[in-house]
């Protein structure tokens, strides 16, 4: 059974470097073919996808946030770290992480979402 | 970046209709296109990827076609659960989402 699960600060100020974590369990960032990807979406508006990390470590980010977007993963704590520089309120919305498609195989797995605000 | 277009950004339709919404991408993405539906609240669920295959699990209610740059989301017999937002997303390229279109109960 796969799982996600997004952690992090619920409330950032501007300016600050938000770090979320998502843990996942019933599959392994070391087995071929698998990824994590980082989707979020503002109250009352669309989807963003984010960023995406590799069972082989390549990663992938969002054109228009590349600058401020890092990826990266702990095989051995199955979690994933996204960190996003120079919060701003405009960046106020739900975090997913989500197993979805990997290059090759698609799945449909989603964390229930956190909820970040960047406020002073 | 590959720009999604959804229309129309909200529609009106009664239980047992049959519901169409289109997605056009600003270039080809061959069939890269999935759809996704989205209750308040709640995460996405996939429902069609390779713009036409079903997720595991999705009823054959939900049917996608399209190639290149037009593709479509069919919905038929429309049922109360069915009411929700809707996103269409390319990944021929670092994936995008469209703007979503909203589905109310007429």
């Known amino acids: 059974q796969v799982t996600l699960r997004e952690s992090g600060p619920a409330l950032v100020k501007p300016t600050q470097t938000l770090t979320l974590t998502c843990t996942f369990s019933?599959?392994?960032?070391?087995?071929?073919?698998?990824?994590v990807s980082w989707i979020r979406q503002p109250p009352g508006k669309a989807l963003e996808w984010l960023a995406r990390i590799d069972w082989d470590d390549d990663k992938y980010y969002s054109t228009s946030l590349k600058t401020r977007l890092t990826i990266s993963k702990d095989t051995s704590k199955n979690q994933v770290v996204l960190t996003m520089t120079n919060m701003d309120p405009v960046d106020t919305a739900t975090y997913y992480c989500a197993l979805l498609y990997c290059g090759g195989d698609w799945f449909d797995y989603w964390g229930q979402g956190t909820l970040v605000t960047v406020s002073s | 970046d590959i720009q999604m277009t959804q229309s129309p950004s909200s529609l009106s339709a009664s239980v047992g209709d049959r519901v169409t919404i289109t997605c056009r991408a600003s270039?080809?993405?061959?069939?890269?296109l999935a759809w996704f539906q989205q209750k308040p609240g709640k995460a996405p669920k996939s429902l069609i990827y390779a713009a036409s295959s079903l997720q595991s699990g999705v009823p054959s209610k939900f049917s996608g076609s399209g190639s290149g740059t037009d593709f479509t989301l069919t919905i038929s017999s429309l049922q109360p659960e069915d009411f929700a937002t809707y996103y269409c997303q390319q990944y021929n390229s670092y994936p995008t989402f469209g703007q979503g279109t909203r589905l109310e109960i007429k």
């Open positions: 019933g599959f392994s960032l070391s087995t071929s073919g698998m990824c």
């Open positions: 270039q080809g993405i061959s069939n890269y």
